[in-house]
């Protein structure tokens, strides 16, 4: 395993459905092609998880979120591009959220590296789409079937 990159990070993610759909950024750039990501990303110093969870869909979505249950926490080892090779500890919390009645997929004003736009997308595409990380679609296609677990240890990118 490459060297691991101190410390762990917490990072905040929002699930958002709306009629069978889940909100995801859209991203491009990468060596092998388009990825989708849920909205979310890393938590600062001195802030809660809602804040963190709040100021990152604002700034990639474009909008405030309401924040419900905590769904799912898993942690992952993701393989960052640098030289030399290195990996980054995150626990991830994902948060069942929701947006306005009216909101309309934009980009917010600070979009992540490499976001291209945000998008619905069906809960029945999820299996075919190239989302990070990927061991996360069966937990969020079923997730309004779940059974209780909320941590999921730990998942691949």
Same mark, same amino acid.
């Given at each position: 395993?490459?060297?691991?990159?101190?410390?762990?990070?917490?990072?905040?993610?929002?699930? +958002?459905?709306?009629?069978?759909?889940?909100? =995801?950024? @859209?991203?491009?750039?990468? #060596?092998? %092609?388009? $990825?989708?990501?849920?909205?979310?990303?890393?938590?600062? +110093?001195?802030?809660?998880?809602?804040?963190? =969870?709040? @100021?990152?869909?604002?700034? #990639?979505? %474009?909008? $405030?979120?309401?924040?419900?249950?905590?769904?799912?926490?898993?942690?992952?080892?993701?393989?960052?591009?640098?030289?030399?090779?290195?990996?980054?500890?995150?626990?991830?919390?994902?948060?069942?959220?929701?947006?306005?009645?009216?909101?309309?997929?934009?980009?917010?004003?600070?979009?992540?590296?490499?976001?291209?736009?945000?998008?619905?997308?069906?809960?029945d595409q999820l299996a075919g789409m190239p989302l990070n990380p990927g061991s996360l679609t069966p937990y969020l296609v079923n997730?309004?079937?779940?059974?209780?677990?909320?941590?999921?240890?730990?998942?691949?990118?």
């Amino acid at each position: 395993m490459e060297p691991i990159i101190p410390p762990i990070r917490n990072a905040v993610r929002a699930l +958002i459905r709306r009629d069978n759909h889940i909100l =995801l950024l @859209r991203k491009d750039g990468y #060596e092998q %092609g388009e $990825r989708f990501a849920l909205p979310g990303g890393g938590q600062d +110093i001195g802030e809660t998880l809602e804040q963190a =969870l709040n @100021r990152e869909c604002l700034e #990639e979505i %474009g909008t $405030r979120v309401e924040i419900h249950d905590l769904v799912y926490v898993a942690d992952y080892f993701k393989p960052r591009e640098t030289v030399p090779q290195s990996t980054r500890h995150l626990v991830e919390f994902l948060f069942e959220c929701s947006v306005p009645g009216d909101y309309a997929p934009r980009n917010g004003h600070h979009p992540d590296k490499h976001q291209v736009e945000v998008v619905w997308a069906g809960l029945d595409q999820l299996a075919g789409m190239p989302l990070n990380p990927g061991s996360l679609t069966p937990y969020l296609v079923n997730s309004v079937e779940n059974t209780g677990t909320v941590y999921l240890g730990t998942i691949d990118w």
